[in-house]
């Protein structure tokens, strides 16, 4: 079972809109925050954005500040990232991400990765 399942994503020209939609399977429990992160070709993956599901703060790389706005909703056990004003420098994978408690690991800690989906951003 794939633990993290994405949706969303595609092409769109730059000053447009997009949203990510992320849901975590059954097959993780414990999470503690949830996010996104992405990779432009050439470059090291770098966060976007994240949110504890405890108190439901968040994160956000300096460079999507003002215009991405991430949300969870930790019943249906899912994080959406709305995408708006998009430059082209914000084309990328986008992965969705989940840390989760793990107390019989010496970190206390697990990172979960989903499979990535495609943003593309004309100018």
């Known amino acids: 079972q794939v633990p993290l399942v994405e949706s969303g994503g595609g092409s769109v020209q730059a000053g447009g809109s997009l949203r990510l939609s992320c849901a ?29 599901t405890g108190g439901g703060s968040t994160n956000y790389a300096d ?28 084309t990328a994978v986008y992965y969705c991400y989940a840390e ?7 970190s206390k800690r697990r990172d979960w990765w989903g499979q990535g989906t495609q943003v593309t951003v004309s100018s």
């Open 24 to 52: 975590a399977s059954g097959s993780i429990s414990r999470i503690n925050s949830m996010g996104w992160y992405r990779q432009a070709p050439g470059k090291q993956r770098e966060l976007v954005a994240t949110i504890t």
């Open 100 to 106: 989760t408690i793990e107390l019989e690991l010496p």
């Open 63 to 90: 460079s999507v500040k003002g215009r991405f706005a991430i949300s969870g909703d930790n019943y249906k056990r899912t994080v959406d990232l709305q995408m708006n004003s998009l430059k082209p420098e914000d």
